[in-house]
């Protein structure tokens, strides 16, 4: 008549701990094909790896468009626009008077260029009348950087 109804301890402990632990399994990818056709390809990690770094890079240029528009031909504000920046050479956006620091300072905006800058914009091009802007995070230049690169068209 003492047989105990309880389930020991370390017996439920082992119970719960398989409970929504295991971790999902990966699903396959499938490659549909056509008979005698090679299949298309699989998309790489990296392309939407580089679209969130796009899109990242759009929110921080929140604090850069206080003074920089980036549409195509769009008016320059206190900043010139920064519409096809990277690979354009410093200082000659038609119609934007920039500071001699600036348009004398024989820079070509690399992507390399612009993470000096933005990383201390008065450090790479002393005297520039950029007063603001500078980002101190690595991953946030390049973020923004790769988000100018994207504006193209
Ligand atoms: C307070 C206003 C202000 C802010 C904020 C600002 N800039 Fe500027 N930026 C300027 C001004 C003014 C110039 C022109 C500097 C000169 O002539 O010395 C400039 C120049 C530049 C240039 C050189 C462009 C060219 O045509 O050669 C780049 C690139 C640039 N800024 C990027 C940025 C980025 C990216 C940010 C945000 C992280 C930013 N700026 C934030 C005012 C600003």
Partial sequence: M??????PATA???ILAGCGSKAEA??????????????????????PAAGDLVAAG???????AACHSV?????????PNLHGVVGRAVGTLAGF???KAMSGS???????????????????VPGTAMAAGQ???????????AYLASLKH
């Fill in 2 to 7: 003492h047989r105990s109804a309880a389930i």
């Fill in 12 to 14: 439920l402990a082992l």
């Fill in 26 to 47: 990966p699903v396959e990818q499938i490659v549909v094909r056509q008979p005698g056709q090679p299949a298309a390809s699989a998309p790489t990690a990296a392309a």
């Fill in 58 to 64: 759009k929110a921080a240029f929140a604090v850069c």
């Fill in 71 to 79: 549409e195509p031909g769009g008016a320059s504000g206190i900043g």
């Fill in 97 to 99: 008077t920039y500071s």
């Fill in 106 to 124: 024989g820079i070509t905006w690399s992507e390399a260029e612009l993470q000096a800058f933005l990383a201390n914009p008065s450090a790479k």
């Fill in 135 to 145: 980002v101190a995070d690595a991953q946030r230049r390049a973020a923004i950087i």
